[in-house]
């Protein structure tokens, strides 16, 4: 089946083929027919599947033009970087049917923000605390969500959104359609599907759990004097590189260290700018760097390719 055949607008699928997207993945395949006819949708689905183009091309299909402070359909994610990422994606293909997309996260300024969403914008994608922010200033409303989005719902109760969540979602209009997707669909998870969706369609996609049979695994014992050198060591045997430390002071001094062994690396935590933070994935995602070293929190829910070696 092809994406014409599931009933996407023929401008879309001339800009998918435009970026080499001709196949469904098989996420998209499994979901994309329920999404469309306004059914709930529950997803297992690990990240890199497809899943942003799974619940995107059913949104904007199904997406009405907003009034100004009032969109029409809603993604809920946990992070900056992620926002960012499913915009991109969603913004040139919105564009095909007439339909505006913005990003919604702190670190940024409330007057554009407040101008955007005076004009009416069709499709917010937003992290929840700025989102919740923005709805107690009443430059945002709700009611007139038809479609909300949540996704990587895992990771927002791992990192403590889950009570956000519901908020957002009561006030969502009553006669919404509510898609959900997650690495797992237990614990809050299985929660806010029990609550807030109507009897949705249930999609499992891919092993429930990472399968380790092709990786290796290393645990080096060492002075905190040689750390660096043999963290440099483990990125140029090892390639494209993702290294987490538990602070942001980790973060500026492991990439310090390992500029000083002539690395090419890039820095992400929650104490730089908005702009620097993109930047610095722009750099890691283009291969402009060997190694993208961030906290646990700020790399959560970055999906990029190619990434070779992981290091804690």
Not at 175 to 200: C, M, N, W
Not at 226 to 234: E, G, I, N, V, Y
Not at 290 to 311: F, K, P
């Amino acid at each position: 089946m092809s994406f014409s055949e599931l009933g996407i607008a023929p401008a879309i699928v001339k800009v998918l083929k435009e970026q080499g997207i001709t196949e469904l993945f098989e996420v998209q395949a499994e979901t994309i027919p329920a999404m469309l006819q306004g059914k709930d949708v529950c997803c297992r689905a690990p990240t890199g599947s497809g899943k942003t183009l799974a619940f995107g091309l059913p949104l904007i299909s199904r997406c009405k033009p907003a009034h100004p402070h009032y969109p029409t359909a809603l993604v809920v994610t946990p992070t900056r970087e992620l926002a960012e990422q499913i915009c991109k994606v969603l913004t040139p293909l919105a564009k095909q049917v007439k339909r505006g997309v913005m990003a919604v996260y702190g670190g940024t300024s409330y007057t554009k923000q407040r101008q955007r969403l005076e004009k009416g914008v069709d499709i917010v994608v937003a992290c929840p605390g700025r989102l919740i922010d923005l709805m107690e200033k009443r430059m945002i409303k709700l009611d007139d969500v038809e479609t909300i989005v949540l996704d990587e719902a895992d990771r927002m109760a791992d990192m403590g959104f889950i009570d956000p969540v519901c908020h957002i979602l009561d006030h969502c209009s009553k006669e919404r359609q509510t898609l959900l997707f997650s690495a797992t669909l237990d614990d809050e998870v299985s929660g806010l599907i029990k609550k807030y969706q109507d009897h949705p369609v249930r999609i499992e996609v891919g092993p429930k759990e990472v399968g380790m049979e092709s990786m290796q695994h290393f645990f080096w014992m060492t002075h905190n004097i040689r750390k660096s050198q043999l963290t440099s060591d483990a990125v140029k045997r090892g390639g494209r590189s993702m290294i987490f430390c538990r602070t942001r002071r980790g973060v500026d001094r492991v990439g310090k260290e390992l500029r000083a062994t002539d690395l090419k690396v890039a820095t992400i935590h929650g104490g730089l700018r908005q702009n620097q933070r993109d930047k610095a994935m722009e750099r890691f995602i283009y291969g402009d760097c060997m190694a993208l070293v961030a906290t646990d929190v700020a790399a959560r829910g970055i999906d990029v390719e190619g990434v070779q070696c992981v290091i804690h």
